[in-house]
């Protein structure tokens, strides 16, 4: 017991002291956020801040404090170009989208990229390899990988614990904020066979509207019986942007005592997709909108909560409760929303079963002479109505099979279909794709006996299809090649994806980049690995399904 306590007290000293201290900033230009930390994106949390850079790239990024780089990426998608730097308190810094390294680590970056033949890698470094001090400059902002505009992300993350940590009280000093968040919606959650709102047993946004002497109404009255959770709508301000963030912490009160407690302070990546649950993820897809629920459901095992009976709240008596919500910010910017729900008795709807239960405690299968899925306990957040359809001749090779309504999945769960029409003589073409709407992504998976098996993070519509058109080579201004120094090509794909791509001039492998959010791969010129005069260029692209494209030239440099 005295062990435990010393550890809890040296764990939370560890963390004040830390938080107490300010950090070198990053850049040397007006610090401003264009996202903060804990922000709900699709499927995730955002894992860090994001630092405006004036609308441009080439800001110079320093390391935060002293420390070694422990791993370096550079990637077509997410982060892009992006690093790691593990310092002596157990902390490690990463900044991402970067638009180059500085020169020592852009070497050693580009010399790894030729000596695997690709532009994609991943080095890890031994702590005695690259050393940093506090403000060296160890790249420039940038808008690689997967990133919206040019920016800096940038991520404090606790190794023991596995954390991801909300950097903004590091940089207090550097960054003001004296405006308080705001709520914007509230969303009411009658709990199936157990609550009602308004007549009804679905859920109901609430508009807040003002009055003309300024009093703030809801619009519909909330006149509820059962169990109930509320949800809330809500954004934060900074000074001196335009931009919305999310509220760090949120308090929900009914007649005074506190039911719901959430700090986004930190979490970990395996609980990021917990965020399908925090929020109405039917409102979301539907509308884009995000609705926070201020309850917590059986399967979520985020640890931002502190609740009372889970959040939800139990009306049996035919009077007024009054609710309130308090909002803060990491600069202690509160805002107090009061409101009322009516307690009036109605008679709770049966929750009729449609389809299969399945059950967030336990494994759930399900098979067909076709189909088969399996999703192992703890990727359910509550329990689901699982209704199954088949829809015939979808594609010549297989039906449009309905596996429940669109859902989200914690993690990969196997999913294998036996193609009906097995028509096709070239096996590796096949693939599964995901149906929305008009929408069609593909899955695609491992073709064994007339089956085909993949994994999916979300319950929906999938069904059976072929790839076998090339990936398309259009030249971007071929003629100004030899002048420009830089070769540049857009590459499109009708279906599976790019998967690989490959230059060589005389045979020999030269650097191309790829930009997907361009649809644009490129080679500069580099007079340390590349030689002048006339030269066979052969660039060629591959599909996930093996279709290659190829595009040959003699040039000079």
């Not at 590796?428 to 992504?441: A, D, E, L, M, P």
């Not at 993070?457 to 999938?462: A, D, H, I, K, V």
């Amino acid at each position: 017991m005295h062990y435990k306590i010393i550890s809890i007290l040296l764990f939370f000293l560890f963390h004040v002291s830390n938080y107490a201290q300010n950090l070198i900033p990053p850049m040397d230009i007006p610090l401003y956020l264009s996202g903060n930390f804990g922000e709900l994106r699709s499927n995730h949390f955002h894992s860090g801040i994001d630092f405006k850079t004036e609308s441009r790239t080439g800001i110079p990024v320093k390391s935060v404090k002293d420390g070694y780089l422990e791993r370096l990426v550079i990637s077509p998608w997410g982060y892009g170009r992006v690093l790691y730097i593990t310092h002596p308190d157990g902390t490690q810094t990463v900044y991402g989208h970067l638009d180059r390294f500085s020169k020592t680590i852009e070497n050693l970056a580009r010399d790894n990229q030729y000596i695997k033949e690709s532009f994609a890698i991943d080095l890890t470094l031994s702590p005695d390899e690259f050393r940093v001090k506090a403000g060296d400059i160890i790249g420039f902002s940038g808008n690689s990988g997967s990133s919206g505009g040019p920016h800096l992300h940038f991520e404090i993350r606790d190794l023991s614990a596995k954390t991801f940590i909300d950097p903004l009280p590091y940089f207090k000093n550097s960054i003001e904020d004296d405006i308080a968040p705001q709520v914007m919606g509230l969303m009411i959650f009658p709990q199936k066979g157990k609550g009602m709102i308004n007549g009804g047993n679905t859920d109901v946004e609430i508009k807040i509207k003002n009055d003309k002497s300024g009093e703030q109404l809801l619009s519909p009255q909330i006149k509820v019986w059962g169990d109930v959770g509320i949800g809330i709508k809500a954004y934060d301000k900074m000074t001196g942007t335009y931009n919305t963030y999310l509220p760090r912490k949120i308090a929900l009160e009914i007649d005074g005592k506190e039911i719901f407690a959430q700090d986004m302070g930190h979490f970990s990546l395996s609980e990021t997709r917990y965020l399908n649950s925090l929020i109405s993820f039917e409102e979301w897809i539907d509308n884009k909108s995000f609705f926070m629920k201020s309850f917590v459901e059986s399967g979520n095992k985020l640890k931002i909560y502190k609740t009372k009976s889970n959040g939800i709240i139990n009306v049996k008596e035919e009077r007024l409760y009054k609710c309130r919500y308090t909002l803060e910010d990491d600069y202690e910017n509160k805002a107090v929303f009061e409101f009322e729900i009516i307690g009036e008795k109605q008679k709770i709807t049966e929750n009729k079963p449609r389809g299969i239960l399945f059950t967030y405690d336990k494994e759930n299968k399900f098979s067909k002479e076709y189909i088969s899925l399996t999703i192992p306990k703890g990727n359910l957040y509550t329990d689901i109505d699982f209704i199954y359809e088949e829809i015939s001749g979808y594609t010549a090779f297989s039906p449009l099979y309905k596996l429940g309504e669109r859902y989200p999945l914690h993690t990969y769960c196997p999913l294998k279909i036996k193609i009906k029409n097995n028509i096709f003589p070239d096996k590796t073409k096949y693939g599964i794709i995901n149906v929305i709407g008009t929408k069609k992504s593909w899955i695609g998976g491992k073709y064994e006996n007339g089956y085909l098996n993949t994994e999916i993070r979300e319950l929906g519509n999938y069904s059976v299809s072929i790839d076998t058109i090339a990936p398309v080579i259009k030249p971007e201004n071929p003629t100004g090649w030899s002048k420009s120094g830089k070769i540049s090509f857009k590459v499109t794909d009708n279906l599976s994806g790019i998967t690989e791509y490959k230059g060589t001039l005389d045979g020999n492998f030269v650097l191309f980049e790829y930009e997907p959010k361009a649809a644009r791969v490129f080679c500069n010129f580099d007079p340390q690995r590349m030689k002048k005069g006339k030269q066979q260029l052969i660039f060629t692209v591959k599909d996930n399904c093996g279709n290659k494209s190829e595009y040959k030239k003699e040039i000079s440099f």
